[in-house]
């Protein structure tokens, strides 16, 4: 897949980038190991987001005692780690890769289930930022020797 990315960033204009896709797709019909591949992949990818989500839901259910300065610091860190996540799950190889399982329908709740999971991600990673906006002017000190 990476190197039909490559191929696609080349082309200069849209119908030849279409027609890259195209032919891809084509090969994809023909060759179930390639399909499972990509299945397999966005398998994986649902897990990854799957389980940070479990981590973010434990954290959240849970009655943490923990000082200020560590809350602030889990916070700083979980926000970091889902922009991470965020941003690789816009790179061209995952949307591609879910563009073609799309269009062979093939496994149809496999994308749909990573989608979910997506915007699962985009709704924690907003609450996360929200947090840290509160945390940011949060007095963490003055608590501490109080």
């Known amino acids: 897949i990476r190197s039909l990315i490559s191929n696609i960033n080349a082309c200069s204009n ?3 980038r279409e027609e890259i896709k195209e032919q891809f797709l084509a ?3 023909g060759s179930e190991d390639l399909t499972d ?3 397999k992949s966005i398998l994986s990818w649902h897990k990854e987001l799957h389980d940070l989500s479990s981590l ?3 954290r959240m259910s849970s009655q943490a005692d923990s000082s200020p300065s560590n809350e602030r610091e889990f916070w700083i860190k ?9 941003e690789q799950t816009k790179m061209q190889e995952v949307d591609l890769t879910l ?3 799309k269009k062979l329908k093939i496994r149809g709740h496999i994308p749909k289930q990573f989608e979910e999971d997506v915007a699962t991600l985009h709704s924690k990673l907003d609450h996360a930022q929200k947090i840290n906006i509160l945390m940011k002017d949060f007095p963490v000190n003055e608590v ?3």
């Open 37 to 39: 591949s990509m299945c």
């Open 14 to 16: 849209q119908q030849d």
């Open 144 to 146: 501490q020797t109080a």
């Open 56 to 58: 973010f839901e434990k």
């Open 99 to 101: 563009e073609v399982v």
């Open 27 to 29: 090969r994809c019909k």
């Open 78 to 86: 979980v926000e970091k780690v889902m922009t991470s996540v965020s």
